[in-house]
């Protein structure tokens, strides 16, 4: 055990790996590349290391306009962060199915299609919210695999990214990764920690994330392999909203608190229910098996000693109590 603990400590982490790699250096199409939140910073990620990387101006649900960008630029390798996620959360796309359905489904299936015909490298940037804790799978007991079936559809937009899944494993040339509950290293609105830490009661359940500054740089490696197939694409292990939101006040804001409540209690303000759940990483680790990928209980801390560094380096550390600030009641029972 220890030598095997030895030898993985040995391997170089995933942005370490991405600094030594020769990454093919492209045209990458990048849809959502434009205001795509992990789009730009994918394409970010990509021009850093020399690779030609072209945000996309083509929308999805434009399958014409989607032909004809993808036959002027003639990309090697196309990454499709683009999608409707709903603002300010899921819930929204419960109101405007047909217009998640034009994008999350018709369009995405278009892309890779319009891709398959050309024999073009397709990664579809997905999700693996389309599961639940059950009798099966319970939580600190074995995750789901990428052969699992999907069993959760609480949600609209869990529901379409499953059937979206299913049928693209008829395509030979998809790479599928699911994300879970991105994290970064700010506090962008669309991190999941900012947006628990507006809320005034949390959910404490363990689950499979990821995050951006780890699994990002291994995107970037699984494509230049060529890498197909579904991929659970989150770091390894399973974390709880109360442990993320400790390191929150222990390295970014002491006067943080929160309370908590049950799943039940959190559905029944929502409109749509929310997924929990642990993904098996094996396949992931076994594809990049000469890289380190940190658990996200490591990640994790790693995310908040960097987020306090980037405020301090913006001049906005410690940030605003969004809670306080706004006159939100401070529950008894709050941590």
Request: charged share 25%.
């Amino acid at each position: 055990m220890a030598a095997a603990a030895s030898a993985d400590a040995a391997k170089p982490s995933p942005i370490e790996a991405l600094a030594v790699a020769d990454l093919h250096k492209g045209p990458y199409l990048v849809f959502g590349g434009k205001t795509g939140w992990i789009g730009q910073k994918m394409v970010t990620l990509l021009k850093e290391r020399g690779c030609e990387a072209i945000a996309a101006s083509s929308r999805l649900e434009n399958r014409s306009d989607v032909e004809a960008e993808i036959d002027s630029v003639k990309p090697k390798f196309v990454l499709n962060c683009a999608g409707v996620t709903g603002r300010p959360n899921v819930d929204w796309c419960e109101d405007h199915k047909a217009e998640t359905i034009r994008v999350n489904v018709i369009g995405t299936m278009s892309l890779i299609d319009l891709c398959e015909t050309r024999g073009i490298h397709v990664t579809n940037f997905a999700t693996g919210c389309i599961y639940k804790y059950d009798d099966e799978h319970t939580i600190g007991g074995k995750g789901f695999t990428e052969e699992d079936k999907p069993n959760f559809t609480g949600s609209f937009y869990s529901l379409t990214k499953g059937m979206v899944e299913t049928m693209c494993r008829a395509y030979k040339h998809v790479l599928t990764l699911r994300f879970r509950m991105p994290i970064s290293d700010d506090l962008n609105h669309r991190n999941f920690v900012t947006k628990i830490t507006k809320y005034a009661r949390v959910v404490d359940i363990p689950n499979s994330m990821t995050t951006l500054f780890d699994m990002l740089p291994v995107a970037a490696l699984m494509i230049h392999k060529g890498l197909t197939g579904v991929f659970n694409f989150t770091n390894p292990g399973a974390v709880s909203h109360n442990e993320i939101l400790t390191h929150y006040r222990t390295h970014v804001d002491p006067t943080f608190w929160w309370a908590n409540f049950t799943e039940e209690q959190c559905n029944a303000i929502l409109k749509a229910e929310r997924s929990n759940n642990t993904l098996d990483t094996t396949k992931l680790e076994t594809a990049l098996a000469d890289v380190r990928i940190p658990p996200i209980k490591e990640a994790v801390e790693g995310v908040f000693i960097r987020m306090a560094e980037n405020l301090k380096a913006e001049g906005a550390f410690p940030p605003v109590n969004f809670k306080d600030s706004e006159g939100i009641p401070k529950p008894a029972d709050a941590k």
